[in-house]
C-alpha cells in the first residue's frame, strides 16, 4: 500500500536560518497535502500540491511538488518562533500522514 | 463558522473499560475522519465515515468502532481498552469524500488508559 516518509524526523535550527523537510512516497500521488500541528494543538491544513512540478508559496514557505509526483518539499526561509511545530504531508488518499518533521528554534 | 468539535476533552479509564469519543463536523460536511496520535508519533489513521457509511478502515483491531449519525456526526468507541491506547484522538471533517477535498481537524479528545 501508498506509504510516505518524511525526513528529517527532527529539526533544530537557530531563529532565522532556513528549513526544509521532505515528503517521500513510494507511489506516484494524485496530490498532497501538507498540516502545521503546533505543540499541544491540532493538525491545522496549510496547501494542497495538485500539478507536476507545482511551486507555491505562503509569505516565508515555499511548498514544492516534484516533477514525478512522487516527493514535495516545503521550505521556510528565515524561521521564526511561530514557526515552532510539526509538519506533516498527506498522501493522495488524504489519509495516509508522514510521521512529521518536529521543527525546534533556537533563540 | 463554527470549526470540528470534539467531546470530551480529556477522558480516563481504566484497562478493559469502554470509551466513547465523540465528534462534530463542519456545518455541511459529509465526511468525518479519526485518527489516533500517540504521544511523539504520527497520525494513525482509524476510520472514514462518508454519507453515514463506513468508507474505510485502518489497521487497528474491531474493538476500534464507530458510526455516522444522519446529523453526520460521530462517534467512536474503543472497547476493552489496553494501556497503549492511551493517546489523543483526532477527528477531522471535509466537504465530501473525495482526495481533492481539504481535512478540518478538531481539537482532540486526550484518552488515558490507567
Known amino acids: 500500500g501508498q506509504q510516505v516518509m518524511q525526513i528529517p524526523q527532527y529539526q533544530h535550527v537557530q531563529e532565522g536560518e532556513d528549513f526544509t523537510t521532505y515528503c517521500n512516497s513510494s507511489?506516484?500521488?494524485?496530490?498532497i497535502q501538507w498540516y502545521k500541528q503546533r505543540p499541544g494543538g491540532h493538525p491545522v491544513f496549510l496547501i494542497q500540491?495538485?500539478?507536476?512540478?507545482e511551486v507555491k508559496k505562503q509569505k516565508r514557505l515555499t511548498f514544492q511538488f516534484g516533477e514525478a509526483k512522487k516527493n514535495s518539499s516545503l521550505h521556510i526561509t528565515a524561521t521564526q518562533t511561530t514557526d515552532v511545530g510539526t509538519y506533516f504531508c498527506?498522501?493522495?488518499?488524504?489519509?495516509?500522514f508522514g510521521k512529521g518533521t518536529r521543527l525546534h528554534i533556537l533563540p | 463558522e463554527a470549526g470540528v468539535t470534539q467531546s470530551p476533552t480529556h477522558l480516563i479509564k481504566t484497562r478493559g473499560q469502554q470509551a466513547t469519543l465523540r465528534c462534530s463536523p463542519i456545518?455541511?460536511?459529509?465526511?468525518v475522519y479519526w485518527y489516533q496520535q500517540a504521544l511523539g508519533l504520527g497520525l494513525q489513521f482509524l476510520l472514514w465515515?462518508?454519507?453515514?457509511?463506513?468508507?474505510n478502515r485502518g489497521n487497528f483491531p474491531p474493538r476500534f468502532s464507530g458510526r455516522q449519525f444522519p446529523n453526520y456526526s460521530s462517534e467512536l468507541n474503543v472497547n476493552a481498552l489496553e494501556l497503549e491506547d492511551s493517546a489523543l484522538y483526532l477527528c477531522?471533517?471535509?466537504?465530501?469524500?473525495?482526495?481533492?477535498?481539504?481535512?478540518?481537524f478538531g481539537p482532540g479528545t486526550r484518552l488515558t488508559v490507567l
Open positions: 498527506a498522501g493522495s488518499s488524504k489519509i495516509i
Open positions: 465515515y462518508d454519507e453515514g457509511e463506513e468508507r
Open positions: 477531522a471533517s471535509s466537504l465530501r469524500g473525495t482526495t481533492v477535498d481539504t481535512q478540518y
Open positions: 507511489t506516484t500521488l494524485s496530490n
Open positions: 456545518s455541511g460536511h459529509t465526511s
Open positions: 500540491l495538485v500539478k507536476s512540478g
